[in-house]
Nanobody, 115 residues
Framework: QVQLVESGGGLVQPGGSLRLSCAAS????????MAWHRQAPGKQRELVAG???????NYADSVKGRFTISRDNNEKTVYLQMNGLRPEDTAVYSC?????????WGQGTQVTVSS
């Protein structure tokens, strides 16, 4: 069993930056592929960025060059550095952990980009 707790969301002006954190509890964190998803009001949830247990990363086209996902297996934490934020990045951001048939979700953290 893995529990995920996100933090770091908030209100930021366009062009600003935020760093989201997702702290995991439980065992075998390094075995999990981790990802960040987001869902804006009235829109479908979308994958923002993912990182494999080997450290390979992938990004949605809309965030490439602006967002960076990373992980610290010693701290059991995955991060999402978000730069150049835009109003369309406003959403609830949730992290996930996947290992085989196991999938876990955090409760999400709100990111609002507005002047």
């Amino acid at each position: 069993q893995v529990q995920l707790v996100e933090s770091g969301g908030g209100l930021v002006q366009p062009g600003g930056s935020l760093r989201l954190s997702c702290a995991a509890s439980g065992s075998f964190f390094s075995m999990y592929a981790m990802a960040w998803h987001r869902q804006a009001p009235g829109k479908q949830r979308e994958l923002v960025a993912g990182i494999t247990r080997g450290g390979n990363t992938n990004y949605a086209d809309s965030v490439k060059g602006r967002f960076t996902i990373s992980r610290d297996n010693n701290e059991k934490t995955v991060y999402l550095q978000m730069n150049g934020l835009r109003p369309e990045d406003t959403a609830v951001y949730s992290c996930t952990a996947n290992w085989g048939l196991r999938e876990y979700w955090g409760q999400g953290t709100q990111v609002t980009v507005s002047s």
